[in-house]
């Protein structure tokens, strides 16, 4: 009697077992399998597409900021540069892209050292790759004149004017030849010495802007920024302790003017 009793129910619960095993195997199969396939789908819709897969690393606007100490940010109490500044600015009204700012600027340099320097390879391939330029360049070639103080220094103006406009049309030329389609900001010149240097003085501060935007603004990939106006009723509040360059609030508002008339470009 057990015996009968017994044996049914051990046949019973054994193919009960072997039933559960057999239906865990094929779920675990069909978990792997189906793990494999969405690992694998991203791969077989690249090999489908035959294109391939930009990472965000990759896909970015480069700015590249070439000239003198202007560029490069002397004067900042926090060390942001002209473009840092400028990207702020873009990626308060979208971040859609991201942004590689490139300072190669020189303090110091004027025009025609920037005429040796672009033929530097290094330099070449830095232009080649830009889609935003920043150029701030003739400071430094007017400083000599703007601190003279004899009419020595005005006699070797038209001098030292007609060298520059040569030596910024050599740029300008470079930079066209080497990347037709990148967009170049020129950032003018401003007078940190007010009205203490003479009325003469500051008429040729007008001209050399006049003629340094008529060379810089002629293509369509061109701007002009002016920033006399700008500094001439904020020399105390704009202008660093060397009372030459621009303090933090004086690069703010330069990189405002920039955004204002440049935009965000892209």
Do not use: C
């Amino acid at each position: 009697m057990f015996k009968r009793v017994v044996w049914p129910v051990l046949f019973t619960i054994s193919l009960v077992l072997i039933v559960v095993f057999i239906g865990g195997l094929v779920a675990s199969l069909v978990i792997t399998s189906t793990e494999a396939r969405i690992n694998e789908t991203p791969r077989q819709e690249k090999q489908q597409t035959g294109k391939p897969v930009v990472t965000q690393e990759d896909d970015y606007f480069e700015l590249l900021l070439i000239g003198d100490s202007m560029a490069t940010g002397i004067g900042d109490e926090f060390g942001r540069n002209l473009g840092e500044r400028y990207v702020e600015l873009v990626k308060k009204e979208t971040d859609v892209i991201e942004w590689k700012v490139v300072n190669l600027s020189v303090p110091g340099s004027q025009t025609d050292d920037w005429v040796r320097l672009l033929q530097d390879d290094f330099y070449v391939d830095a232009l080649r790759t830009a889609d935003l330029i920043f150029l701030s360049i003739g400071g430094n070639n007017l400083k000599e004149i703007y601190q003279a103080t004899s009419i020595a220094g005005l006699v070797e103006y038209e001098e030292a004017l007609n060298q520059y406009l040569s030596d910024l049309q050599t740029i300008m030329n470079s930079i066209n030849e080497l990347n037709p389609d990148t967009q170049v900001v020129f950032i003018g010149l401003y007078n940190p010495y007010g009205a203490s240097i003479g009325e003469q003085k500051i008429q040729l501060l007008f001209e050399w802007n006049h003629k340094t935007q008529l060379r810089t603004d002629d293509k369509p990939n061109q701007v002009y920024v002016p920033l006399y106006d700008l500094f001439k009723y904020h020399q105390d509040t704009y202008l660093f302790l060397d009372d030459f360059h621009p303090n933090e609030d004086g690069y703010d508002a330069i990189a405002n003017r920039i955004y204002e008339v440049v935009g965000k470009m892209k």
